[in-house]
């Protein structure tokens, strides 16, 4: 019963997270997108379309002090927005084709423009040739850094933007921090949140590889 709880809750802050998302850019109706910061760099000869590689999540070490209540997710979030690329999760004793480090986080700092806290996803994905089960062994082939400032509540709720987003960016290098700007109602964030949804309310979400903490290099 417990479980069932956790899981409805989780459930609820992504379905909040549609109406808090809209919120956000609806003070100035003549404002109808979010204002996305994107800063993505990639590898010589990275696959800028990674359809059929598969993948294992790591986290950082500072992400694992976090609620463990938020991983499940964000892990569901970022499983969504790869699958939409035909990237996917092998079995545990697969050994998969990158590991992804993942980070996030929400800007604490006591500002008193509120629409100026900054909440964030960072996807970095490093090559296996080794075959590892455990950790990548091999170069970095992409980093990608996503941001959108003002979001209210908690950050769950801006998880499928940033996931989106990110996705959209794997292999690519903007040079630069680049400000992009998102209609409220894309399809690409719609999906990701409906997505991951659905794989919150599977039997079982795998919340075990996104809670592990990198290993050392």
């Keep these: 019963m417990q479980r069932g709880l956790r899981n409805s809750r989780r459930l609820t802050w992504l379905a ?105 996803l960072q996807m970095s994905a490093r090559a296996n040739p080794d075959k590892s089960l455990d ?17 209210a509540g908690r950050m769950e709720t801006a998880m499928p933007l940033l996931c989106a987003i990110a996705a959209d960016y794997i292999g690519t290098d903007t040079k630069l921090e680049t400000k992009i700007e998102i209609p409220q109602n894309s399809p690409a964030i719609t999906a990701v949140r409906e997505s991951a949804i659905k794989i919150l309310e599977g039997p079982a979400p795998a919340a075990t590889a996104a809670a592990k903490p990198a290993t050392t290099r």
């Design 135 to 151: 950790r990548g062994t091999g170069p970095e082939m992409w980093d990608v850094r996503v941001s959108v400032l003002g979001i």
């Design 16 to 120: 909040a997270g549609a109406a808090a998302l809209l919120l956000a850019g609806c003070n100035n109706i003549f404002v109808p997108k979010h204002k996305v910061l994107v800063d993505s760099i990639s590898a010589p000869g990275a696959m800028l379309k990674p359809s059929g590689v598969s993948y294992r999540l790591l986290a950082k070490k500072s992400m694992v002090s976090n609620a463990q209540v938020q991983v499940p997710v964000i892990k569901a979030c970022v499983d969504a927005a790869l699958a939409s690329k035909g990237m996917y999760e092998p079995p545990a004793n697969v050994a998969p084709d990158l590991f992804i480090e993942i980070g996030y986080g929400v800007d604490a700092t006591p500002r008193v423009d509120a629409a100026s806290r900054e909440t964030f």
